[in-house]
């Protein structure tokens, strides 16, 4: 059984009626009665009389009704019994234990899914769990009213017409054909005034779209083609076209301002809804059930000239497609609007938001409960009114209170509806060479150091992450052989959407230490103390300043300072001020911030380990006894670091 493409109920009845023999609790069921079909269904089942899908049409009920505990015992044996079980109902199944379980239990209970998750999914969930756990107590400025152009029949899917207001109907006509699976004339595309106060007057047939006895509806209005996009029944003339299994599928057409009408997307194999017509990039946007997509419904778009199809349909992709259905695709100020029953809403089709970025799009933003219901929420469409300088849209629902099947509701609120998030995002690199790190560890925190995000660099160094909107956080970075990164960040609330750029550098242990004296040291430009001094000079402090800055990018690091003096003066004298001049280093570090753990040892050793012959009674010249006048910062622990 498909779930909803066109109108929600309108491939359940066609597949359903192609499958077996309605019951009292079918009735109810497709009548959106959801507890006198739970009654039915629940006495058909004490008498074994339930098949497979009546049984998933009584959970579908509990789920509609809110009793999320019992939709989910009947899903779970339902996919006990057999787990090759549609993936929209698995969806359903995480729906219901979602709502049940703690998100630790929760997430716990997805291991058994794994196969179900894609890495997008997965973040999807994460994402919009968060945010709607963050918003359950907080106040919506929508204000939404229901439409008065609504009936009892199914009202959905407006668009913005003129000063009118276009939508589809399954209301009864004094003339017309009935569409049998639902009892209602086909669908018709209606019009009406859109007044002051943003509601609809009293709504007559459309009559500027083609003729036809079936369905028309779902309509866009394109004022770059000059004309309505729509979806209407696949047909020729007054008869219905049929593929080799029997199935009258959906086309996508256009009409013209003055009348003429062309097929624009027609396939008697495959149904096509929801166009949308971007004109600033010529595509048309529609969704579709095409074998190779996501999960069920998918929106797709496809290049057009002037509204001729020039591309293959092309996949919006794993960050808006999911395992679940896809509709209903609405583009406004740099965002794509669309609908989406994946397990992580508030339940049925809930409504989301997505920015549109130069690759691909950002999180889709669950657009939350000011908005969302439990039942179904799609269609939605936004214009700024500059009257009021107040944003004005409509979508359509099936929640309850409505006056109809689904009603279309208008809604006015003072920002653009979506989420405040923040993308983090950025390259890794080898500060030395600038050189991408892939296979970097980058962890996102909050203000209190709790983890947020993880990630992995790719083979170009690249990461990502979308979080909400916080004021503060952190972002720090590690890779086995290469130093840490760490960084907080402070945004301003004003801001409506934040993309932090942090390009981290990791340097290369291997940048930073060379051998010296069978020994891994620190690379520095070899100093000199003035003679019989301990004093740190400038140009010795500058180079210490780099010892530092190791240790700020390996904080693990444990270090030796060694001083050596050439064999001029005596002994215990050499032994003495080569002693002074390790603990000199020692506290210059220790005063640039290095930890006393980071340095384990300071020795002098006098004239102790010469490194030329230039021993007690040796004549030498200057440069040879320089060569043994000597201060190295030893790496205790390299092999552990690299």
């Known amino acids: ?29 497709f009548e959106y009665a959801y507890k006198d079909a739970i009654k039915e269904y629940t006495k058909e089942l004490s008498k074994n009389s339930l098949s497979n899908q009546q049984y998933l049409n009584l959970a579908d009920s509990y789920l509609r009704v809110g009793n999320y505990t019992k ?9 006990q019994k057999d787990t090759t079980l549609a993936t929209p109902y698995i969806n359903k199944l995480l729906l219901s234990i979602s709502k049940t379980k703690s998100r630790q239990e929760f997430t716990s209970y997805t291991e058994n899914f794994s196969n179900f998750f894609s890495k997008e999914l997965k973040d999807n969930a994460d994402f919009n769990f968060e945010i709607l756990e963050d918003n359950t107590n907080k106040e919506q400025d929508f204000l939404l009213f ?22 589809t109907s399954g209301r009864t006509k004094a003339k017309g054909k009935i569409y049998e699976p639902s009892g209602e004339s086909y669908l018709d595309i209606y019009s009406g005034k859109v007044q002051a106060d943003g509601d609809v007057t009293v709504p007559t047939v459309f009559k500027r779209v083609a003729n036809s006895k079936y369905h028309k509806a779902t309509p866009f209005y394109s004022e770059a083609l000059k004309g309505i996009i729509y979806m209407l029944s696949n047909a020729d003339g007054d008869n219905l076209l049929f593929d080799n299994k029997g199935k009258n599928t959906l086309a996508i057409g256009l009409v013209s301002e003055k009348g003429k009408f062309e097929y624009l997307l027609r396939d008697l194999s495959t149904s096509f809804y929801y166009p ?7 595509k048309l946007y529609f969704a579709a059930n095409f074998e190779g997509g996501f999960g069920g419904t998918d929106i797709y778009y496809v290049h057009t000239n002037n509204g001729q199809i020039m591309s293959a349909p092309i996949n919006l992709g794993p960050k808006i497609n999911s395992s679940g259905n896809e509709i209903a ?23 989301y938001t997505s920015n549109i970025t130069a690759d691909g799009f950002s999180t889709p933003v669950n657009l939350g409960k000011g908005i969302n219901s439990t039942y179904d929420d799609f269609g939605f469409i936004i214009k700024k009114n500059e009257a009021d300088n107040l944003y004005v849209g409509y979508f359509s629902s099936n929640r309850e209170g409505g006056k109809g099947k689904d009603d279309i509701y208008g809604f006015k609120v003072t920002e653009k509806p979506g ?25 996102l925190l909050d203000e209190d150091e709790n983890i947020l995000k993880q990630a992995v660099s790719d083979a170009e160094g690249n990461y990502e992450f979308e979080i909400p909107f916080r004021k503060g956080y952190a972002v720090k970075a590690y890779k086995k052989g290469h130093g840490r990164f760490y960084e907080k960040f402070l945004q301003e609330e004003e801001v409506k959407a934040v993309t932090q750029n942090v390009k981290i550098g990791l340097p290369f ?14 690379k520095l430009q070899k100093f000199y103390f003035a003679k019989g001094s301990s004093t740190i000079t400038p140009a010795i402090a500058s180079e210490l300043d780099k010892v530092a800055a190791v240790v700020v990018n390996f904080p693990n690091i444990r270090l030796k300072v ?3 003096t050439n064999s001029r003066g005596s002994d215990s004298r050499n032994l003495a001020l080569s002693q002074d001049r390790a603990t000199a280093v020692k506290n210059y570090l220790l005063s640039k911030g290095v930890a006393t753990d980071n340095v384990a040892e300071y020795i002098g050793y006098g004239e102790n380990l010469v490194i030329n012959q230039c021993k007690n009674g040796v004549y030498c010249l200057e440069f040879l006894h320089n060569q043994n006048d000597r201060t190295l910062i030893t790496v205790l622990n390299y092999d552990e670091l690299n």
Do not use: W
């Open 71 to 79: 939709a989910a015992q009947l899903y779970e044996k339902q996919y």
């Open 509 to 522: 242990i291997q940048d930073v230490v060379e051998e010296k004296e069978n020994k891994t040291v620190i």
């Open 419 to 443: 989420l405040k998030t923040i993308v983090i995002k950025g390259v890794v690199v080898n500060p030395a060479n600038n050189r991408a790190i892939e296979e970097a560890s980058i962890t």
């Open 146 to 167: 229901n439409c008065y152009l609504n009936s009892p029949q199914a009202d959905f899917s407006p668009a913005f017409y003129k000063d009118e207001l276009l939508f």
């Open 1 to 29: 059984m498909k779930l909803k493409a066109i109108l929600l109920f309108l491939l359940m009845f066609s597949a359903f009626t192609n499958a077996q023999k309605k019951s009292k609790g079918d009735y109810f069921f």
């Open 562 to 564: 060694e001083s050596h």
């Open 329 to 351: 695709p609405f583009i406004f100020e740099g965002s794509l609007f669309f609908s989406s029953d994946i397990f992580y809403g508030l339940g049925g089709m809930d409504m």
């Open 276 to 282: 949308y017509y971007e004109a600033a990039t010529s």
